[in-house]
C-alpha cells in the first residue's frame, strides 16, 4: 500500500524568501507524481505534474523534482509572496492508477 | 465559469437521514471521480466513473451510491448517515482514461451529522 508523507506539517516564512515543500512515498513503482494547492474552503489546484520518467517539471515560480528511487519529491517556490499562503498536497499515481495523497503542508507567507 | 461545481457546499443533518450532493462539469471530460477528505486532510478516493460506468469503487459501505445521469453530472447519494461521515467530500474530473491528465477539483460539500 502506498503511503505518502509531507512534512513539515505547517511551515510560517517571510515574504520573498523560497520555499522547499517536500513529499515522500513508499512504493517508487510510481506512474507520475501531482502536486495541488488547496486554499480553505476550496477545492484542490493542479500545479504540476511529473511523469515517472521525468526529473523535473517547472511552471513559473514553481520547480518540482522527482527522485523515483529515493521515495522522494521536492516542490519549490521562489520569492514566496503572501498569495502563495495555502496548503500543498502531493498525490502519487501509482502503476494500479490508483492515487494517494498526503496530509498536505499548510504554508504562511508573512507580509 | 465553474470547471467542476458541487452542491450543496455545506450540508448539516442528523444520523439516520439520507442526503445527495450533486457535481457537475463543463469541461468535457469523460471522467469524474468522488473523494473524501477527512479530519486529518488525507484525501481518499471513493469512486470513479467514466462515461457513466463506475471503474473504480473502493472500499466504501454500501449506504454510499454514486449515480452518474450521463458524463458531466456524477451525484452521490448517501443512506442512513452515520456520525463518522462528517467530512469534506469532492468531486473531481479528468481526460478519459488519461492517468497522465491532471485532476479538476469542485470546492467540496462539507459534510457535518449531528
Known amino acids: 500500500k502506498q503511503e505518502v508523507t509531507q512534512i513539515p506539517a505547517a511551515l510560517s516564512v517571510p515574504e520573498g524568501e523560497n520555499l522547499v515543500l517536500n513529499c515522500s512515498f513508499t512504493d517508487s513503482a510510481i506512474y507520475n507524481l501531482q502536486w495541488f494547492r488547496q486554499d480553505p474552503g476550496k477545492g484542490l489546484t493542479s500545479l504540476l505534474l511529473?511523469?515517472?520518467?521525468?526529473r523535473e517539471q517547472t511552471s513559473g515560480r514553481l520547480n518540482a523534482s522527482l527522485d523515483k528511487s529515493s521515495g522522494r519529491s521536492t516542490l519549490y517556490i521562489a520569492a514566496s509572496q503572501p498569495g502563495d499562503s495555502a496548503t500543498y498536497l502531493c498525490a502519487v499515481r501509482a502503476n494500479d492508477y490508483k492515487l494517494s495523497f498526503g496530509a498536505g503542508t499548510t504554508v504562511t507567507v508573512r507580509a | 465559469d465553474t470547471a467542476v461545481s458541487q452542491t450543496p457546499k455545506y450540508l448539516v443533518t442528523q444520523m439516520g437521514n439520507d442526503k445527495s450532493i450533486k457535481c457537475e462539469q463543463n469541461l468535457g471530460h469523460d471522467t469524474m471521480y468522488w473523494y473524501k477528505q477527512d479530519s486529518k486532510k488525507f484525501l481518499k478516493i471513493m469512486f470513479s466513473?467514466?462515461?457513466?460506468?463506475?471503474?473504480i469503487n473502493e472500499t466504501v459501505p454500501n449506504r454510499f451510491s454514486p449515480k452518474s445521469p450521463d458524463k458531466a453530472h456524477l451525484n452521490l447519494h448517501i443512506n442512513s448517515l452515520e456520525l463518522g461521515d462528517s467530512a469534506v467530500y469532492f468531486c473531481?474530473?479528468?481526460?478519459?482514461?488519461?492517468?497522465?491528465?491532471?485532476?479538476?477539483f469542485g470546492n467540496g460539500t462539507r459534510l457535518t451529522v449531528t
Open positions: 466513473y467514466n462515461n457513466k460506468e463506475l471503474i
Open positions: 473531481a474530473s479528468s481526460q478519459a482514461n488519461r492517468w497522465d491528465s491532471p485532476l479538476h
Open positions: 511529473i511523469q515517472s520518467s521525468q
